[in-house]
Antibody
Framework: QVQLVESGGGLVKPGGSLRLSCAAS????????MSWIRQAPGKGLEWVSS????????YYADSVKGRFTISRDNAKNSLYLQMNSLRAGDTATYYC???????????WGQGTLVTVSS | DIQMTQSPSSLSASIGDRVTITCRAS??????LNWYQQKPGKAPKLLIY???SLQSGVPSRFSGSGSGTDFTLTISSLQPEDFATYYC?????????FGQGTKVEIK
């Protein structure tokens, strides 16, 4: 079964950093755009960032531009999100998903919770 | 950014009811509209893509319609497992944006 598994979430102080990982299995990871989408507690879905299959094309939401960096390692079937200068407003469950801004997000991970609090 | 507005924000319905959720885009998005279902504590699940195409494995009681700015998700006969929150999302341009969600509750 096609699967995405996130890890790396946790509690971090404002201004701190965290790196999320997403491991893909079963499908040919290197063929697909991948994205991060977040959901604040009790709120709706917010797209964060997308990266092309080769890693050469990247997009960010304005809310995270300059603070977050998306990357991928196709040899390891893995997607990453480096989050710096974290704010309380970044508190959310972060999902990795297969798809991009022009395609539906057809496969989702289970999510990893990031809490930014002092 | 393209704004997506869903209505209603919530609804109460009974098993077997026909349920309709609407989604309006702030500008034309052709048929680049997707629908997701999310149950509490779970990741969203893709139901409908490109406005009316049913994702593999999704029951046929779910259907989508519309183009341009106005779209509809219909559940023809509500089942117990359909109580969830539903989101629309446009994939016409970046940033991809979601509606605020419609929570379907048991009457």
């Amino acid at each position: 079964q096609v699967q995405l598994v996130e890890s790396g979430g946790g509690l971090v102080k404002p201004g701190g950093s965290l790196r999320l990982s997403c491991a893909a299995s079963i499908f040919t990871f290197s063929d697909y755009y991948m994205s991060w989408i977040r959901q604040a507690p009790g709120k709706g879905l917010e797209w964060v960032s997308s990266i092309s299959s080769s890693g050469t094309t990247i997009y960010y939401a304005d809310s995270v531009k300059g603070r977050f960096t998306i990357s991928r390692d196709n040899a390891k079937n893995s997607l990453y999100l480096q989050m710096n200068s974290l704010r309380a407003g970044d508190t959310a469950t972060y999902y990795c998903a297969r798809g991009s801004y022009t395609d539906p997000f057809d496969i989702w991970g289970q999510g990893t919770l990031v809490t930014v609090s002092s | 950014d393209i704004q997506m507005t869903q209505s209603p924000s919530s609804l109460s319905a009974s098993i077997g009811d026909r349920v309709t959720i609407t989604c309006r885009a702030s500008q034309s998005i052709s048929s680049y509209l997707n629908w997701y279902q999310q149950k509490p504590g779970k990741a969203p699940k893709l139901l409908i893509y490109a406005a009316y195409s049913l994702q593999s494995g999704v029951p046929s009681r779910f259907s989508g319609s519309g183009s341009g700015t106005d779209f509809t998700l219909t559940i023809s006969s509500l089942q117990p497992e359909d109580f969830a929150t539903y989101y629309c999302q446009q994939s016409y341009s970046t940033p991809p944006t979601f509606g605020q969600g419609t929570k379907v509750e048991i009457k």
